[in-house]
């Protein structure tokens, strides 16, 4: 009896271990709203851009305003949505009212800048002719509204800015704006891995040469979306009048994914100050950042 005992507490430990650890990074759903356009003579803060958003979710009215950049802006879009860490992008075959569970996301978009300049540069060639060299810049600009799928509450309010350029002069405005729209994805993604990062613990220091902690061991495997080349930061965690106050004390990488729950890292700065917060049994916490 009191062998099963201890191994249905054994068993109860180990499945209370990873369903923290899932909740720890539970994914979420996320979902592209209504997309309007802005006019492009007009020049909008991001408090007008949010409130243009808002009042077009309320009443139905969306602009038509269009270039024929627009549709590859809000392609660009889902792409930065699909590519997050946490998020799930769902493409349509799901409504709304499917995926109203707290904690998952309808995004909103407001493009409100789609451009590019120009700039020149002359010279004289060895005929002593006057040759002109022209470059572009491409700038793309959209304000997303975040809000809960089942509340409706809005979280965040980001304005994102992919912005492109030419290095050749025989570029176009157009490889400008196409570079600039290419960035916005990125920026969308690098954004959304901020806001909901994956997170961490150091389990288990690993090679360390003198005072300096080298690899160490995290709890964050395949099964969490851990792959070879994440950077984490390393942070050491304080309560400090109820709160919670982290600082940060170095970085990672991860070198390898070992299991579905266990990955080994590289350290890549911090070594002395990490292996002096495991050493003393420091409460240190792992989040994904970027490079």
């Not at 959209?142 to 290095?167: C, F, H, I, R, W």
Request: proline fraction near 1%; hydrophobic fraction near 35%; aromatic fraction near 6%.
């Amino acid at each position: 009896m009191r062998k099963y005992l201890l191994t249905l507490a054994a068993v109860l430990c180990c499945a209370m271990t990873v369903s923290a650890q899932t909740d720890r990074n539970r994914t979420y759903r996320i979902t592209l709203g209504n997309v309007q356009y802005a006019h492009h003579d007009e020049k909008l803060s991001a408090g007008d851009a949010v409130g243009k958003i808002l009042t077009g979710v309320l009443t139905g009215q969306t602009s038509v305003q269009a270039t024929k950049y627009e549709e590859d802006v809000k392609a660009a879009i889902i792409k930065g949505l699909s590519g997050a860490y946490r998020f799930r992008y769902n493409d349509g075959l799901l409504q709304i009212d499917d995926v109203a569970e707290e904690g998952n996301l309808v995004v909103d978009a407001l493009i409100t800048n789609i451009q590019a300049k120009s700039s020149s540069h002359s010279w004289k060639d060895k005929n002593g002719k006057t040759q002109v060299n022209t470059y572009y810049t491409g700038v793309t600009e959209v304000v997303l509204t975040l809000k809960d799928a089942k509340t409706g509450e809005v979280m965040a309010n980001p304005t994102m800015k992919g912005q492109g350029y030419t290095t050749s002069s025989f570029s176009t405005s157009d490889q400008a704006v196409r570079d600039a729209i290419g960035k916005l994805s990125s920026r969308i993604t690098t954004w959304l891995n901020n806001y909901r990062p994956l997170q961490a613990s150091i389990i288990e220091g690993a090679a360390a040469k003198k005072d300096k902690q080298k690899e160490v061991y995290i709890d964050l495997g395949s099964s969490e979306g851990a792959f070879g080349g994440l950077h984490m930061g390393v942070y050491i965690v304080k309560t400090v009048a109820g709160r919670e106050a982290k600082s940060q004390i170095g970085k990672l990488k991860i070198e390898a994914v070992e299991g579905d729950d266990i990955s080994r890292c590289k350290v890549q700065s911090g070594g002395k100050d990490i292996k002096a917060a495991i050493d003393g049994g420091e409460k240190l916490l792992v989040i994904s950042i970027d490079k």
